[in-house]
């Protein structure tokens, strides 16, 4: 086994209570073992909260600066391990090297922003009457926790952790079953620049960490990147216990293409929207909502897909149950009447991975309303389905319960200010594929892709990670400038 057998990463060491059952990881790529981890029951849930809760007096205690410097520190080391990390990211969940170091330069990124917050999270005063000033602190939470999807297992841990701990709180992260050693290394990473022991734990495991997560009484916020079914169970519980919560759940992207858009760069850019990470993205291009006639650019971007190559410049996918879940879905869609335009279904592995998980790029033209046109198949497929104008387009993409991102692509500007003006999406793109706004802007998306308040990256996590103690004084009671407000 390439990586052995892992262990949780609680109070700055390996813990593993002997007994504990485990559960291997095959790798997506090749369908090797190349780890166990710990299925971790309560117990150890308990032990990294307490951890967190010993580490918090002294951590929060000193300054924003001084949490900062550590970071520094942090982003060196990454620098210098982005391979490693991205070779671990491959291994774990299928995603190919390139996609993978391009992860772990975001969370070089989104550690850089954190760093940046002794500028950011300032904290306000006034003088608010004669004599009076109030000021506003941004006070740690306490133990906080982070639960990880599998498909960015490097970046996500980033969208949280160095924002939370640079702002004062400690915190325990669950890694998802398909990449724990992803986190684990960023536990070893974190120790190694100089993060005092029990500031950030990692515990693996399943449903019984999410739950107690959500039930523990000192964990004082949960934020949760998953899909919508389990981002409302999160959600519920957390509030139940009368926890913060931000929660973002699952996506069905629509694409618009407009008769207008321009070919070549229209076609390179949503074929590499929907077959990233094998289409195993919350930004993927879904739905192509394609108006009036744009058939030109349709063949555009099926030769552009040919382009990729399973095993080769794409990516596996996760594990063996996601991919007959999506062919599932491509089959039912071919039962339903929908024209498959690409098939990737017999994708061929090349030699030495025949093993592994993969799906070739698939295109389908489908009625409005139908199954695949509805539902997050989190695969390599694009679905067309066409429509007569641009309202009607919108109306198509606005019917979807999800609301992560969307984009239109055209060359008319007020074709593109309607799409932005009306689109009910949380990040909404002109030309671009993936409109992922890049650090400081934060990620979010609105509808069933997310609950709680804010987003969860940017000034936003600010809000998140902390609350706001209000102080108000007054020295000089005999002061000039004292009024009846005073
Ligand atoms: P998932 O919901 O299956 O799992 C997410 C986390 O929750 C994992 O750590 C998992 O162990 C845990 N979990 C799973 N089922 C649970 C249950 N019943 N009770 C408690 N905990 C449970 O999601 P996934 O398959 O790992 O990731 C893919 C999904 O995440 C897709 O729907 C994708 O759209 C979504 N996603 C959304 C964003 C976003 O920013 N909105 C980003 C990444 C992924």
Not at 394 to 420: D, H, K
Not at 459 to 467: G, I, L, N, P
Request: proline share 6%; glycine share 10%.
């Amino acid at each position: 086994m390439k990586y052995g057998e892992l262990s949780n990463f609680i109070d700055g060491k390996p813990s593993c209570p002997a007994g504990v059952k485990r559960a291997q990881r095959i790798s997506p790529v090749d369908g090797s073992v190349i780890s166990t981890f710990p299925l971790s029951g309560i117990d150890e849930l308990n032990k990294a909260v307490a951890a967190a809760k010993k580490a918090f007096p002294e951590w929060s205690a000193r300054t924003i600066k001084d949490r900062a410097q550590i970071l520094y520190k942090y982003y060196e080391l990454l620098s210098k391990n982005l391979e490693e990390c991205a070779q671990i990211m491959q291994d774990e969940m299928g995603k190919n090297l390139k996609e993978s170091m391009q992860e772990t330069a975001k969370s070089l990124e989104l550690t850089e922003f954190a760093c940046s917050m002794p500028q950011v999270a300032t904290g306000d005063s006034e003088r608010v009457s004669g004599g009076v000033q109030s000021r506003e602190e941004f006070i740690p939470l306490g133990v906080v926790a982070s639960i990880i999807p599998f498909n960015f297992p490097h970046m996500v841990p980033h969208w949280t952790f160095p924002n939370a701990i640079v702002l004062g709180n400690t915190m325990v992260m669950k890694p998802s079953r398909e990449a724990p050693y992803c986190a684990i290394k960023i536990g070893e990473m974190l120790k190694e620049a100089g993060l005092p022991d029990g500031v950030f734990n990692v515990v693996c495991g399943g449903r019984e960490i999410v739950t107690g997560m959500t039930e523990h009484p000192d964990i004082k916020a949960v934020s949760f990147v998953g899909s919508t079914p389990v981002m409302k169970i999160v959600y519920e519980k957390s509030s139940a216990k009368y926890k913060r919560c931000l929660a973002l759940g699952s996506a069905n992207n629509h694409l618009i293409l407009m008769p207008d858009a321009h070919p070549d760069n229209s076609a390179v850019n949503i074929a590499a929207s929907y077959l990233g990470c094998a289409g195993q993205r919350c930004m993927s291009a879904c739905v192509l909502v394609a108006v009036g006639d744009c058939d030109g650019i349709i063949k555009k971007i099926i030769e552009e897909s040919k382009k990729f190559i399973p095993g080769d410049n794409m990516s596996a996918i996760v594990n063996a149950e996601a991919k007959i879940s999506i062919t599932g879905y491509i089959d039912r869609a071919e039962k339903d009447g929908a024209k498959i335009l690409l098939d990737g279904r017999n994708a061929v592995a090349p030699k030495g991975l025949e093993k592994g998980f993969y799906i070739g790029p698939t295109v389908i033209e489908a009625k409005r309303g139908s199954e695949i046109a509805v539902e997050e198949n989190f695969g390599p497929v694009l679905t067309v389905v066409h429509a007569k104008s641009l309202n009607e387009a919108l109306e198509i993409a606005n019917s979807s319960p999800y609301g992560n991102g969307g984009s239109i692509f055209t060359q008319n500007g007020r074709a593109a200010e309607v799409f932005c003006d009306n689109i009910e999406v949380g990040m909404v793109g002109v030309n671009v594929g993936v409109p992922v706004p890049r650090e400081p802007f934060s990620f979010g998306g609105c509808k069933d892709s997310i609950t709680g308040t804010g987003d969860i990256t940017g000034k936003s996590a600010v809000r998140f990670w902390t609350r706001i103690k209000k102080i108000t004084c007054k020295w000089n009671p005999e002061g000039k400038r004292i009024n009846w407000m005073s």
